[in-house]
């Protein structure tokens, strides 16, 4: 059956979606008639004696090609304008999704078809990266069971289905959480401590609601200065118990969800004859073993510890000296540092922010990458998009000629899920008739908004937040890869995927670049050399406590997929209690159930594989180190970054690939330099 008028039904051409087209009725009808279509033609595609690239890969390529455009902007949709009509078509086609991809993870006859490729003769004339595709094929189908006997692959298959259909309940457990807590304020009286900023957001958000008076909510842009500004401790008590009890109870919970992920987990991992779900998941990264992430994370923690526990102290003697708390509690800490902050440092997020219109940090951004590698940007008004908000931008390189494209969702909104993210639309790719495809990237945000007349006015965590995610979108639009599965962010492993976009977070320190976009909306003032200087100095305020946060996340994610057992005695919650006891300075309250909103490892694909923040950040603080060696705009050091690192996509060894770029292997020296714990 065909559906001439479904918008999602592309013909693998270059068109960009039409979202106001989409609706959820087109959703699983594309989806039925994509997946159909592709297994009949897998089937007839796998029954081949002699298998070539041309007769077996490149028409693969063409198949995923066309479930990428049909699904791809249906997974944008889901993330950016959530509703009541798209989500129940969005979680039955996860699991269309999902029951198609194990499937052909576990095509037996496709799996020898491309073993038989890989044994021939012609294997040997492929490209470098047409090879490598063949190769992470073959892994992920030992990795997916492909070798497994009749009754293990039925039951692989069955803990595959069920652990997506759970880390999608996770997450809708936690943004149904998130959303449905208020914290209502009538009195202005109890607005003591927040900026007039954070108060004009609260009562617009109240209006919106055709409520009187302020309304805060869990979401980022609301939670967090509020927890750093809000006089009244017992409002923060409220707030704090809020968001770290998320999913924690009732219909919400998702404790009962983490236990059955982690066994199913498990058994996953048992099933494929590796030791644990750890072992399984660093089969795909760049990191050789446990011991080696472990050790990795302990060498950051032991080196972190002295810095962190004077931190401690200097807190806590604040909060008694000058804040005549008695103690200090969890709902105490973002409240005291933003005191103890502005104390030292004499200066607030909030004074930065009219420096920091959005308007002059795109264009700050954009004449960066300028800079280091020739490419200039321009905005298209001709696109469709899916809210109003959203812009898209093309990517010409020196020649002038457009080499790429991305959409940008800066602002939070109702119906948008939180944090910011890079997603890939369309992948960089020479097609079966020899044309090529140009990448585009959807670039998302949860950022303030623009406020009657006055401009959106960013954080300068959020300023570095875009800086990050557009990292991210260089490493998916500047590959010169052409092959779907090696190109951009493709093949690369998870511990190396944030090495381009941390980099990136580099340049929003260095006062050249500042100079050339930080401005006072009203009075195009650049930003005073005073305020930066403080901002720098404030750069490492609490970095000892911020890396061993990090290293206790990627700790317990780590332990608790290699050496907890999810059918015996401890709890997963005595568990994390351990890790805490080992690595945290500040131990948090008993109800805190952080681990009930840790979606990145439950609902996300970071699963044994958190500590990859930590391991690309070394990679990507080393890789800097070689530019403030050479030159932050150095043409030689930007064009071996590029051609090196940020081109190559998952087509080589990164590990590899970073050696030749610095000349040696990382080292964790540059990261401890940048974070001030190299004392
Ligand atoms: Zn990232």
Redo the contacts with the bound molecule.
């Keep these: 059956m065909t559906t001439p008028d479904n918008p999602l039904l592309f013909n693998t051409s270059t068109e960009l979606p039409v979202f106001a087209d989409i609706k959820p009725g087109h959703i699983l009808p594309a989806l039925e008639e994509v997946l159909n279509d592709n297994r009949a033609e897998i089937e007839a595609l796998s029954d081949q004696d002699k298998p070539s690239w041309a007769s077996l890969m490149a028409p693969l390529e063409a198949l995923e090609e066309r479930l990428q455009r049909t699904w791809g902007p249906v997974g944008n949709l889901n993330a950016v304008c959530d509703s009541d009509e798209l989500r129940p078509v969005y979680q039955k086609g996860i699991m269309l999704v999902s029951a198609y991809q194990s499937e052909l993870a576990q095509n037996e006859v496709l799996y020898t078809a491309i073993k038989k490729l890989r044994d021939s003769e012609s294997f040997k004339a492929l490209s470098s990266e047409k090879k490598q595709v063949i190769e992470h094929a073959l892994r992920d189908f030992r990795l997916s069971g492909a070798e497994l006997n009749p009754d293990d692959k039925a039951r692989f298959k069955a803990i595959q289905m069920r652990l997506a259909e759970l880390g999608t309940s996770f997450e809708q457990h936690l943004l149904d959480a998130t959303r449905a807590y208020r914290l209502h304020i009538e009195d202005e009286v109890e607005l003591a401590g927040l900026p007039d900023s954070i108060k004009q957001a609260a009562a617009q958000r109240a209006a919106e609601e055709s409520s009187q008076g302020w309304m805060f909510t869990l979401d980022a842009p609301s939670y967090i200065p509020f927890m750093q500004h809000a006089e009244g401790r017992d409002l923060r008590r409220q707030m704090y118990t809020a968001y770290v009890t998320r999913a924690s109870e009732g219909a919400l919970d998702n404790t009962s969800l983490i236990n059955e992920i982690l066994k199913l987990r498990s058994e996953a991992a048992a099933l494929l004859s590796f030791d644990n779900y750890g072992a399984y998941s660093l089969a795909t990264k760049t990191a050789k073993g446990s011991d080696e992430v472990t050790e990795f994370l302990r060498e950051l923690a032991e080196k972190s510890h002295p810095v962190a526990e004077k931190e401690v102290a200097e807190l806590e003697d604040f909060v008694c000296r000058e804040l005549g708390l008695d103690t200090l509690e969890a709902w105490d800490i973002a409240f005291a540092a933003e005191k103890l902050r502005q104390k030292k440092f004499d200066f607030s997020q909030e004074d930065l922010k009219p420096y920091f219109p959005e308007g002059l940090v795109l264009n700050g951004m954009f004449e960066t990458v300028k800079k280091l590698y020739g490419l200039s940007i321009k905005e298209r008004k001709d696109i469709n998009v899916w809210h109003k908000d959203v812009h898209y931008f093309d990517i010409l390189n020196r020649d002038g000629e457009k080499i790429a494209g991305f959409y940008l969702d800066a602002y939070a909104r109702p119906h948008k899920r939180g944090g910011a993210w890079m997603d890939e639309c369309i992948i960089r790719w020479k097609k079966p008739n020899g044309s090529l495809q140009l990448p585009v990237a959807y670039l998302v945000c949860n950022f303030a908004s623009p406020m009657g007349d006055t401009p959106a006015l960013w954080t300068f965590d959020e300023v570095l937040t875009l800086f990050?995610?557009f990292g991210?979108g260089l490493h998916h639009m500047l590959t010169h890869m052409e092959t779907l599965g090696v190109s951009g962010i493709r093949g690369v492993p998870w511990d190396a995927v944030?090495l381009p976009?941390?980099f990136m977070e580099n340049y929003c320190w260095e006062r050249e670049v500042l100079d050339s976009f930080a401005r006072h909306y009203q009075t195009d003032e650049v930003l005073p050399a005073e305020l930066y200087e403080k901002m720098y100095a404030a750069k490492n305020f609490h970095a000892g406590m911020q890396m061993l946060r990090q290293v206790e996340f990627s700790l317990f994610d780590f332990l608790l997929h290699t050496e907890f057992d999810p059918a015996g005695d401890i709890t997963v919650q005595e568990f994390l209690d351990e890790v805490r006891r080992e690595v945290a300075v500040i131990t948090p309250p008993a109800f805190n159930k952080f681990q009930n909103s840790f979606s990145h490892i439950f609902a996300g694909g970071y699963a044994a594989g958190y500590y990859s923040y930590k391991w690309a950040e070394v990679l990507s603080a080393d890789a800097y180190a070689t530019f403030e060696e050479a030159g932050i705009f150095d043409p030689e050091t930007a064009e071996s970054f590029h051609s090196n690192i940020l081109s190559i996509g998952g087509s080589r060894d990164i590990m590899q690939a970073f050696e030749k770029f610095r000349g040696r292997r990382p080292t964790v020296d540059a990261l401890l330099r940048h974070s001030g714990l190299n004392k």
């Design positions: 990050h995610e991210h944030e976009s941390q």
